[in-house]
């Protein structure tokens, strides 16, 4: 496995027939991001969201669901005005994925806040690397791209078996950062942080019970949850610093928090609470911008899964 990956050359093979339709519609969202003003991608991407609730059942019925299991002291009205406006947040993520991908780095400045980075220069002055403790918010593919403007890191990703869209993803989440390393690349992370880099990782989806114990989330009592961020937050000289993007009325907030104190601990248990007690209190900052179509609560300590 390879220890990063990088931009890489293009190649004719990637306008082999079979890709039209990649091609196709990343030059349709280049199109859009590029010409339309922010505040018009985000109306088009709302009115997408709520459309695509018409589409995508069985995704509505997962979200829903996790609403109910996460936050239950609200209201079912509640819930569904959250739902609503999440689906919204997702027909967003898709122009901001875009602009994430596309835009240069003086129209990403011209809508960014940031906030926090002070922590950073404090861990660059003290030599230290940065594990950036993030989530799978709907603007993730910001986050790092912000992030990336004021000091270039290392981002954690899943590859695309679609080799178009994987030149796309490498390309643009490379735009301001140095590479990324593949998410079962676990020595590729060890070797980031002991070079002082700051490794962008998301620990908030259920990935299974493999290496993963059974913790507080929201008001789900069991949420598997991997041991994996106290594992790479354990590399010497290595601070944890919570890192988030949150989508305001004119721009997005990028929020770096102080280093977590006293983690890791050594222990499992205490060390994955914590990092869920973080990265719920950021979710409740925009709940409707969380990722809740992906099945977060499916394993269960008996091995029963909850009905979605």
Not at 48 to 59: A, C, P, V, Y
Not at 117 to 140: C, I, K, P, W, Y
Request: with cysteine; glycine share 8%.
């Amino acid at each position: 496995m390879a220890v990063f990956m990088q931009p890489s050359s293009f190649s004719l093979a990637l306008l082999h027939p079979r890709y039209l339709f990649n091609w196709l519609g990343l030059g349709l969202l280049w199109l859009l991001v590029t010409l339309l003003p922010w505040r018009l991608q985000m109306t088009l991407g709302r009115a997408l969201g709520r459309f695509s609730m018409r589409i995508l059942g069985s995704r509505v019925k997962i979200a829903r669901r996790n609403l109910e299991l996460a936050l239950p002291e609200l209201t079912q009205e509640e819930r569904e005005q959250t739902l609503t406006a999440n689906f919204e947040s997702v027909g967003c993520a898709v122009f901001e994925t875009g602009m994430a991908w596309f835009w240069p780095h003086w129209r990403m400045r011209a809508i960014t806040r940031m906030e926090g980075t002070e922590h950073v220069d404090a861990a660059v002055a003290n030599g230290q690397g940065m594990l950036l403790l993030s989530a799978h918010f709907l603007t993730l593919e910001l986050n790092a791209r912000q992030f990336g403007l004021y000091r270039p890191g290392v981002g954690v990703y899943r590859p695309n078996t679609n080799a178009v869209l994987e030149y796309a993803q490498v390309q643009g989440r490379c735009r301001s950062n140095k590479y990324l390393v593949n998410r079962l690349n676990i020595k590729g992370m060890l070797k980031a942080l002991r070079q002082g880099d700051a490794l962008w990782y998301a620990p908030d989806h259920d990935y299974g019970r493999h290496a993963s114990v059974f913790v507080p989330f929201f008001a789900v009592e069991q949420a598997a949850t991997i041991t994996g961020t106290a594992t790479l937050a354990r590399v010497k000289k290595t601070v944890t610093l919570p890192c988030f993007t949150i989508r305001e009325k004119g721009g997005y907030r990028l929020l770096i928090q102080p280093p977590m104190a006293n983690f890791p601990t050594g222990d499992e248990i205490a060390d994955a609470t914590a990092s869920n007690q973080v990265i719920e209190a950021a979710i409740r900052l925009a709940p409707e911008q969380y990722m809740w179509l992906h099945r977060r609560f499916k394993t269960t300590p008996k091995g029963v899964p909850y009905r979605y």
